[in-house]
């Protein structure tokens, strides 16, 4: 096994353990399936797609499309198969022998990619109150250089949403030699993004994906939008026609019908505040409030609540193995019939 770096064998693996219940609130998704009626439409564009011909090099007509949607320059866009894999090439292109700067907890991804490259990891932990360590990621941002610097807006998997005054602080004041990625995965429930700092500063780029608010998290589809000298680069570290053709279809007919997740957004955005003003009236768990699609919720033993939810059929996702988390669980808002039956084995727990 020598071949194999160290840093890879000595990388845990992604922690998920997948399970099986008829009502799933685990993984951040939508409750909503893509609606059928476009799922035809989706078929029907594959079937007049040539599958013995690769797709375009960097699925160009759908960076043409998402560019037009966003309002940013086409070639300032690069899509991948999730935004997982931006996460991955942004690590590689940045971290890599350099540093990797988040916050923690976060995101598990940013920091096993950082680990899998063997690159100096930087993870001041977040205030007690879930807010940003502002002066220690000052601090780091101005001391060490160069290296990538990953931050969720809204956060995962707290759901806290740090002000536009913060973001924009840690951005002007990082020097050009951090790449700084905001993780906008969930920024369509917090109905705030970043778009417009990418104009001024050629090191920050935004990462979005198709997996929550447009209810394809199947279907695999993520996308960066930076400056294109930016953009051009992290390209470079993907595979050529890394997104097929199948999927081209199926985001396609997603960005040509955008009001079902709009309408889905709003929803979601209802649901949520009904839940956290629901959850008020346990007795012992504390909900966050959260800006996501989902609300992290504080019990008195983790592992307690997942099995008896689990044993009611539901399944959430324990948090509790992350730095200040203990007794926490992560629940995604599902459909309002979801949401009533987990509100409803909440409070007899
Ligand atoms: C903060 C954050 N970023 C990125 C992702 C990955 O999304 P994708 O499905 O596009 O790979 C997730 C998924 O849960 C996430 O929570």
């Given at each position: 096994m020598n071949g194999i770096r160290q840093a890879l064998r000595d990388a845990p693996d992604y922690p998920f353990v997948p399970l099986e219940a008829?009502?799933?609130?685990?993984?951040?998704?939508?409750?909503?399936?893509?609606p059928l009626s476009l799922k035809q439409i989706a078929l029907e564009k594959m079937l007049h797609t040539n599958w013995n011909r690769y797709p375009d090099i960097h699925a160009n007509t759908l960076q043409q499309k998402i560019a037009a949607r966003v309002g940013?320059?086409?070639?300032?866009v690069v899509v991948t198969p999730g935004s997982n894999v931006l996460i991955h090439a942004l690590a590689q292109a940045a971290g890599l022998g350099q540093r990797m700067l988040s916050v923690?907890?976060?995101?598990?991804l940013y920091s096993l990619s950082g680990k899998l490259l063997g690159a100096e990891m930087l993870e001041p932990a977040l205030n007690?109150?879930?807010?940003?360590p502002m002066d220690d990621l000052l601090a780091t941002l101005e001391q060490y250089t160069p290296g990538v610097c990953f931050l969720a807006v809204p956060h995962a998997p707290t759901g806290a949403m740090p002000s536009l005054e913060q973001i924009e602080t840690l951005v002007h004041r990082a020097s050009k030699d951090w790449v700084m990625v905001?993780?906008?995965?969930y920024f369509e429930y917090s109905q705030?993004?970043?778009?417009?700092?990418?104009e001024q500063h050629p090191n920050v780029c935004i990462l979005r994906t198709f997996s929550k608010a447009w209810g394809l998290g199947g279907v695999r589809l993520g996308y960066l939008l930076a400056q294109p000298e930016l953009a051009v680069n992290i390209q470079k570290i993907l595979s050529p026609f890394n997104v097929s053709s199948l999927i081209v279809a199926a985001a396609e007919t997603a960005l040509e019908h955008p009001n079902y997740a709009e309408t889905r957004v709003q929803e979601t955005i209802l649901e949520r505040q009904r839940v956290f003003a629901a959850l008020q009236?346990?007795?012992?768990w504390k909900v966050y409030p959260s800006a996501a699609n989902y609300h992290l919720i504080r019990t008195q033993d983790a592992k307690r609540a997942h099995a008896e939810l689990l044993e009611r059929g539901i399944l959430v996702r324990k948090?509790?193995?992350?730095?200040?988390?203990?007794?926490c669980i992560r629940v995604s808002i599902g459909t309002p019939e979801e949401n009533n039956a987990f509100v409803k084995a909440a409070l007899e727990l």
């Open positions: 008829p009502i799933k609130l685990d993984q951040n998704e939508s409750g909503y399936d893509f940013w320059v086409q070639h300032g923690s907890p976060a995101f598990s007690s109150d879930f807010s940003l905001l993780d906008e995965a705030r993004s970043h778009l417009h700092l990418l009236n346990h007795p012992t948090q509790d193995s992350y730095l200040g988390l203990n007794g």
